[in-house]
Antibody, heavy 118, light 108 residues
C-alpha cells in the first residue's frame, strides 16, 4: 500500500523556521518527482515546490522563492521542505505528493498544518 | 508562468444533472492537464490526466476534453458522492504544476 506521511507541522512565530518531512513507502520513491502543495483552510490548492526524482532539479512558486528549500533523501525515502522567514500568509495545510505517469499526482499525503502566528 | 482560470467558481446542481467545468490556460499546454476532486478534510484525488484519460478506478461518468488553452471536465449524471471541489492542474511546465482556483459543486 502506498503511503505518504507528512510530519513537522505546528505553530511558529512570524520570521521563524520549520522543516516538514514526508516519509514515503509502498512505491519506488527514487523513480518519482515529488512536490509540495499547500492549502489555506477553506481556500484552493497552491503549488509550492517540485523536485526531480534525483533531486538535481527543483522549482519554487514566487510566493516562497528564496525562503523555502525542497530536498529529498532517496536512501531514506523521504522528502523535505525547509521553511524559513515564515509569514502569516504561509499558514496552510501542506501536502506532499508523488508525480507518476504523465506527471499526474497519483499519491498524496494526509497533510500537515503549519500555523504562523504571534 | 502558466495561469489556469476555472469557471464557474461555484455551481449548484441536482442529482442526475450533467455538469461541465471549464479550465482555460494562459498559454498553450497541449494536453498536459489533469483534473482532481477534493472532498472536505481529504487530499485531492486524480480523476483525469492527459486532458482526457480516465484514471483507473474513476467512474465513467467523468470525462475530460480539450487541448491547447481550453479544457472541460464533464460529469454526465451527477451522483451524491460527486459533490466536492474540482481543480484543474497544468503539467506542461516540468515540476511547476500550477492549479486552477477550483470549482465547488454543491447540491441544489
Amino acid at each position: 500500500e502506498v503511503q505518504l506521511l507528512e510530519s513537522g507541522g505546528g505553530l511558529v512565530q512570524p520570521g521563524g523556521s520549520l522543516r516538514l518531512s514526508c516519509a514515503a513507502s509502498g512505491f519506488t520513491f527514487g523513480n518519482d518527482a515529488m512536490t509540495w502543495v499547500r492549502q489555506v483552510p477553506g481556500k484552493g490548492l497552491e503549488w509550492v515546490s517540485g523536485i526531480s526524482n534525483t533531486g538535481g532539479t527543483s522549482y519554487y512558486a514566487d510566493s516562497v522563492k528564496g525562503r523555502f528549500t525542497i530536498s529529498r533523501d532517496n536512501s531514506k525515502n523521504t522528502l523535505y521542505l525547509q521553511m524559513s522567514s515564515l509569514r502569516v500568509e504561509d499558514t496552510a495545510v501542506y501536502y506532499c505528493a508523488a508525480a507518476g505517469i504523465a506527471a499526474k499526482l497519483d499519491y498524496w499525503g494526509q497533510g500537515t498544518l503549519v500555523t504562523v502566528s504571534s | 508562468d502558466i495561469q489556469l482560470t476555472q469557471s464557474p467558481s461555484f455551481l449548484s446542481a441536482s442529482v442526475g444533472d450533467r455538469v461541465t467545468i471549464t479550465c482555460r490556460a494562459s498559454q498553450g499546454i497541449s494536453t498536459y492537464l489533469a483534473w482532481y476532486q477534493q472532498k472536505p478534510g481529504k487530499a485531492p484525488k486524480v480523476l483525469i490526466y492527459a486532458a482526457s484519460t480516465l484514471q483507473s478506478g474513476v467512474p465513467s461518468r467523468f470525462s475530460g476534453s480539450g487541448s491547447g488553452t481550453e479544457f472541460t471536465l464533464t460529469i454526465s449524471s451527477l451522483q451524491p458522492e460527486d459533490f466536492a471541489t474540482y481543480y484543474c492542474q497544468q503539467l506542461n511546465s516540468y515540476l511547476m504544476w500550477t492549479f486552477g482556483q477550483g470549482t465547488k459543486v454543491e447540491i441544489k
